[in-house]
C-alpha cells in the first residue's frame, strides 16, 4: 500500500474552512460593537431631548434699531417660572450640609466678649497646652494643673478667671479714657493686634520694640504728632503751639501677648509704674508683668482668642465713657490749657 501526499489532497477544504469560521467571527464582532454604539447613540440623544425639555429658557432676540432684548410674554414667563421651580425643587435637597467648624477669620471678624469666656471655649481654644516640663518655671507652679505625655497642662480655671480679671482692668482704664497699647511681635499676631487696638481705641505694635522709647522717649521718638480731643473723642483745633513742646505721650495699660521677646519693654513699663497684662505660659517669669495671663502663647488661635476678649473689654469702657459723655459726666480729669488769655478743657 503506498500513500502519495495525503495532506495536500485536503489542504484546500481544511483552508476554505478556517476563512469561514474567522471571516463569521470577524462579522460577529462587528455587528456587535455597531450594535452597542447605536444603543449608547439612542441613550445620548434622549438624555439630551429629556435635558433640552426640562432646563430650556428661551432666550429673547435682540432688536437691531433699539439694541435691547425683547421682552417676554406672560406664557414664557410662567413656563419659565415653572421650570425653574421644578428644577429647585429637584436638586434643592442635594450636597452635603456644613456643621459649625471651626474658622481662622471668626476670632478676627467678631471676638467673643468677656461675658462669653467659657471653659470649653478656652479649651477648644488650646490655650491650656504648656511647654516640656524640662523647659518650665518653678514660679508658674500654681497656674498647672498637671502633666501629660510630658507637657505641662494650665488649669483653665485659673486662666478663666485671671482672664476676666484682665478684661475688668482694660474695660476701667478704657472707660476713664486711657491709652491701651498692644504689643504682639511673633509672627501671625499683628492682625489680632491690630483688630483689639481697633476695638478698644488704642494703640498697636507688631514690630519690634525700639529699647527707650519709654524711659527715653523725648530722645527716641522725638516730636511726635499729638492732638487735644474732648469727650467725645472729636478733635479740638487751634492748641498745637500750646502741645508742641509736651514731652511724647505714655500709655496707660501695656497688653504683652508674648513677654519672652518684650521683656525689655515690660522693664521700661515697670521703672515707668505703667500696669502690663501679658499672656504666661510655662517658660515664662509671671513677674515681668502685673497682671498674668496663664495660657498657650504659641498657639496663634490662643493668642487671636485672648486679644479679641480684651479688645472687646476696651470697646465696653469706650462705649460706657461715650454713653455717661452724652449724659454731661466726665470720667477722666480733664486737662486745662490756656491760650490768649482764655480757658480750655480737653
Known amino acids: 500500500m503506498i500513500i ?39 441613550e445620548t440623544h434622549s438624555i439630551e431631548a429629556q435635558v433640552q425639555s426640562t432646563t430650556s429658557v428661551t432666550i429673547p ?36 450640609e456644613i456643621a459649625p467648624h471651626y474658622e481662622p477669620v471668626a476670632l478676627l471678624k467678631s471676638p467673643p466678649s468677656p461675658s462669653e ?21 518653678p514660679m508658674n507652679s500654681r497656674y ?16 478663666a478667671s485671671h482672664l476676666r480679671r484682665a478684661c475688668r482692668i482694660v474695660s476701667a482704664i478704657a472707660e476713664r479714657g486711657g ?19 481697633e476695638l478698644a481705641g488704642g494703640c498697636h505694635l507688631f514690630e519690634r520694640w525700639t529699647p527707650g ?4 522717649g523725648h530722645q527716641i521718638l522725638g ?12 478733635e479740638i483745633k487751634g ?48 513677674t515681668w508683668v502685673t497682671y498674668p495671663i496663664p495660657a498657650n502663647d504659641d498657639s496663634l488661635r490662643s493668642v487671636q482668642l485672648i486679644a479679641g476678649v480684651l479688645g472687646r473689654a476696651g470697646q465696653e469702657g469706650q462705649l460706657s465713657r461715650k454713653q455717661k459723655a452724652f449724659e454731661g459726666i466726665v470720667t477722666y480729669k480733664p486737662v486745662e490749657f490756656k491760650k490768649e488769655g482764655h480757658g480750655a478743657t480737653a
Not at 73 to 94: C, E, M, P, W, Y
Not at 223 to 234: I, L, M
Request: positive net charge; glycine residues 6%; proline residues 4%.
Open 117 to 137: 469666656i467659657s471653659l470649653e471655649l478656652l479649651l477648644a481654644s488650646q490655650t491650656h497646652l504648656g511647654h516640656n516640663t524640662s523647659l518650665w518655671n
Open 223 to 234: 516730636r511726635c504728632r499729638q492732638k487735644v480731643v474732648d469727650e467725645f473723642d472729636r
Open 4 to 42: 502519495r501526499q495525503p495532506l495536500p489532497r485536503r489542504a484546500g477544504k481544511i483552508t476554505s474552512v478556517l476563512a469561514r469560521s474567522w471571516t463569521r467571527s470577524l462579522a460577529t464582532e462587528v455587528d456587535r460593537i455597531e450594535a452597542s454604539l447605536n444603543n449608547q447613540l439612542k
Open 61 to 96: 432676540r435682540i432688536n437691531h434699531k433699539t439694541h435691547a432684548a425683547n421682552q417676554f410674554d406672560l406664557v414664557s414667563i410662567a413656563r419659565n417660572h415653572r421650570v425653574q421651580k421644578k428644577i429647585k425643587f429637584t436638586t434643592g435637597q442635594l450636597g452635603t
Open 179 to 197: 491709652l491701651i497699647l498692644f504689643v504682639g511681635t511673633r509672627t501671625g499676631q499683628d492682625r489680632c493686634v491690630v483688630r483689639a487696638a
Open 144 to 159: 498647672i494643673f498637671g502633666i501629660r505625655q510630658g507637657i505641662h497642662i494650665i488649669s483653665l480655671d485659673v486662666t
Open 239 to 286: 492748641l498745637h503751639k500750646e502741645i508742641e513742646d509736651r514731652p511724647s505721650l505714655k500709655p496707660d495699660l501695656v497688653v504683652c501677648l508674648n513677654p519672652l521677646e518684650n521683656w525689655v519693654m515690660l522693664h521700661e513699663c515697670g521703672m515707668n509704674s505703667i500696669p502690663t497684662i501679658g499672656i504666661i505660659d510655662t517658660d515664662a517669669n509671671p
Open 213 to 216: 522709647s519709654i524711659t527715653n
